[in-house]
Nanobody, 124 residues
């Protein structure tokens, strides 16, 4: 059973930055696509960013494009989400997800493996 553990969430002022990390328990999982999703209170879970197995292709939701950057270090079994110019509307629980495909997807149902989530709160 693959386990994903997120870290790096916290409280930050608008305009600030945070970097989220997601560590995978299985070394064999380094060759699969990863994604970040988020869910704000009272809202549906939404796609934030995705990255293919090699890290050569990345995908972003329009709302975060230009502000967030997804990357991965397969040697460390870790995927990152660098979040800059944060806004109060970025406040949510952020989840890391993984799928046994080379390419990332943008729908939650495409990912069978999920982390427990990390809270990001942006205040103005």
């Amino acid at each position: 059973q693959v386990q994903l553990v997120e870290s790096g969430g916290g409280l930050v002022q608008a305009g600030g930055s945070l970097r989220l990390s997601c560590a995978a328990s299985e070394r064999t999982f380094s060759g699969v696509a990863k994604g970040w999703f988020r869910q704000a209170p009272g809202k549906e879970r939404e796609f934030v960013a995705g990255i293919n197995w090699s890290g050569t292709s990345t995908y972003y939701a329009e709302s975060v494009k230009g502000r967030f950057t997804i990357s991965r270090d397969n040697a460390k079994n870790t995927v990152y989400l660098q979040m800059n110019s944060l806004k109060p509307e970025d406040t949510a629980v952020y989840y890391c997800a993984a799928r046994a495909r080379s390419q990332a997807g943008s729908e939650g149902y495409e990912y069978p493996y999920w982390g427990q989530g990390t809270q990001v709160t942006v205040f103005s």
